[in-house]
């Protein structure tokens, strides 16, 4: 009982949080649509109504794209198991715990360099490179070269050293000459996406015939994760798997370990930690490895089992994703996935919102930065809840 109460009190702000946001870009729904405004002075309650009625469409839209929709849900229920049936309703809940896959490694690897003090922007950069290093191992030790088993360890392993190696580069200049992180880190995030494109585009070994796209082989060809699904048409694979066991263990490494205290404690203090005994350096260059590491990883398994190529824009917008995804998720492996899962349900969910609204895209964003503000200011959040026209009382003497 008081594990739940425990586990209540942690989901209540952001569940209000969501709500809030939810609310609030509701309304700007509403009163941005240029119908809905010009029928405001003519006849106010009945464009409010269709306002109010856009919204719920936009938001059924949102809900559907994410979660499934109840009415395939309820065919494939009636259904004497018919796998077209259920894969057609399993498939948005599916597709939107593939979205969160990367965000978890990002996420995971930019709070432990947050935990120690560093600002890691880099994690586009670390996970693209991981890709890079995943792509050539699959390229190399697919094909039945090696066992499955062997191939698929070597696309991690080498996924792990490409992210680790691109985020030691930063990490070391920050702490042998004091370079600034923030900038080595989004440097590198553009030289890793231009690295991609020099090698699908001039290395037969990588590039996809006929060599028209920069893009490399069907990695599927030479290494083929393996699902944990029963329907082979979802993609999901052994990646969340892994992502779940790597919060695990970040969590484990951070919480319970010595080295992670001293990475926590240089992070919290750094004048205190070399009065420790802590190295300033050997704290900022480890927490930057094992950062870039896990991003690498993900890259890798993302790479090799979901997108199934390598392209330059393979980093896309992740790495900036999951930083908000690891702030609202307190940096905190546990937080960083459940907010990982949110960000992929209205990153999928929202596909379907652009397609079956004239609502654009940039609202889903608003609507993602509004949960953002709203689980950073929490008071602001309770504060509009009790009484969003409270007016506070002035303090004496002013």
């Keep these: 009982m008081n594990g739940l109460k425990k586990f209540g009190s942690k989901i209540r702000i952001p569940a209000l949080s969501i709500s809030v946001a939810l609310l609030v870009g509701a309304l700007f729904i509403i009163f941005t649509d240029i119908e809905v405004l010009g029928g405001l002075l003519s006849d106010p309650i009945g464009a409010l109504s269709l306002g109010v009625g856009r919204a719920a469409t936009a938001y059924s839209a949102l809900f559907r794209g994410a979660f499934g929709d109840p009415e395939n849900i309820g065919k494939a229920l009636a259904s004497n198991g018919d796998i077209k049936l259920w894969a057609r309703a399993l498939r948005p809940i599916v597709e939107s715990v593939v979205a969160s ?64 190696a691109w985020a030691f580069i930063p990490g070391y200049l920050k702490a042998r000459v004091g370079a600034s992180e923030v900038i080595t880190t989004i440097m590198l995030n553009f030289i890793a996406g231009q690295f991609v494109f020099f090698l699908v585009s001039n290395f037969e070994f990588i590039q996809k015939p006929p060599r028209n796209q920069p893009v490399s082989k069907e990695l599927s060809q030479f290494v083929d994760l393996p699902g944990i699904l029963p329907i082979a048409a979802l993609r999901l694979d052994i990646s969340i798997i892994i992502a779940l066991l790597t919060a695990v263990a970040v969590s484990w490494f951070l919480f319970r370990s010595t080295r992670g205290f001293e990475l926590r404690a240089a992070g919290l203090n750094l004048a205190a930690a070399k009065y420790a005994g802590i190295g300033a350096g050997t704290s900022i260059i480890t927490a930057m490895l094992i950062s870039g590491a896990i991003s690498g990883l993900g890259g890798a398994l993302v790479a090799v089992g979901t997108i199934k190529q390598l392209s330059p824009g393979i980093g896309g917008s992740v790495g900036f994703t999951a930083i908000a995804v690891a702030l609202v998720g307190g940096t905190r492996p546990s937080g960083v996935v459940a907010t990982a899962l949110v960000f992929g349900l209205l990153q999928h969910g929202g596909s379907l919102m652009q397609v079956e609204t004239s ?19 929490p008071e602001l959040t309770l504060g509009i809840l009790k009484n969003p026209f409270r007016r506070r009382p002035r303090s004496v003497g002013k």
């Design 101 to 164: 896959v990367p965000l978890i490694f990002v996420g995971l690897g930019v709070s432990v360099a947050f935990r120690t003090g560093i600002f890691n922007i880099g994690g586009a950069g670390q996970y693209t490179m991981g890709a890079v290093g995943g792509t050539i191992a699959a390229l190399v030790f697919g094909a039945g070269v090696t066992p499955a088993p062997i191939a698929i360890l070597l696309v991690m392993i080498f996924g792990v050293i490409g992210g680790a």
């Design 359 to 377: 609502i654009p895209i940039e609202m889903l964003l608003f609507i993602q930065a509004l949960v953002i503000a709203f689980i950073a200011a």
